[in-house]
């Protein structure tokens, strides 16, 4: 019964909101043009600043599937979303802290522990401690061919750091073989023109 309520209905819910939110921050992100646009369309305090209810609201309903819902199996998938609420209120050293317990406490968990540590190193970027993100690539891309889902967010994140570095080569490299695996049709755009 845990399992059931907690899934469609509490963790349901709160993926909704983070999503209306997440797609709500990149239509309000502009791009300069006259210079190299970024992997992603990260958030700042400016653009989430129109989000915090909403992204209040799913770590809400997430904290209740974590604390009211512990024995369910979606307890993982709660703390993720809280990880990602934070990151996409841009208070992102919350956002690293739960994205480094998702990681290391659901080590049965390939395909989210991988999604962690691409929104990890994402989080880091976004807050310029890059030492740490390369690290944590370096983590991820080790273990790439254990999990399927977050590939292309690993080599795009990865390619970014190599932008910062100004070694295009190496990011270009990164980037085409995250658009062979990428299935969002706005990732795909966005990567083929800064590829070009």
Do not use: C, G
């Not at 904290?63 to 996409?88: C, M, Q, W």
């Not at 932008?163 to 080569?169: H, R």
Request: hydrophobic residues 40%; charged residues 25%.
């Amino acid at each position: 019964m845990q399992n059931l309520t907690a899934h469609y209905n509490i963790l349901y819910n709160a993926k909704e909101l983070i999503n209306l939110s997440e797609k709500n921050i990149q239509l309000n992100y502009s791009d300069n043009y006259d210079r190299l646009i970024s992997v992603y369309k990260e958030p700042n305090e400016i653009l989430s600043q129109s989000e915090l209810k909403n992204l209040d609201d799913a770590i809400l309903k997430a904290n209740t599937i974590a604390n009211e819902k512990s024995l369910s199996k979606y307890v993982d998938d709660a703390y993720f979303l809280i990880a990602k609420a934070n990151h996409l209120k841009s208070n992102f050293f919350n956002a690293v802290e739960f994205f480094n317990y998702v990681y290391n406490n659901y080590p049965a968990e390939k395909e989210i522990r991988q999604a962690a540590l691409a929104w990890k190193a994402r989080s880091l970027i976004a807050s310029d401690r890059l030492e740490e993100a390369e690290s944590t690539l370096d983590t991820a891309i080790s273990n790439i061919l254990s999990e399927k889902k977050s590939v292309a967010d690993i080599y795009a994140t990865r390619a970014q750091l190599y932008i910062y570095a100004k070694q295009d080569q190496e990011a270009i490299n990164l980037l085409e073989k995250a658009l062979k695996t990428v299935k969002n049709k706005q990732k795909k755009i966005r990567w083929t023109y800064l590829t070009a």
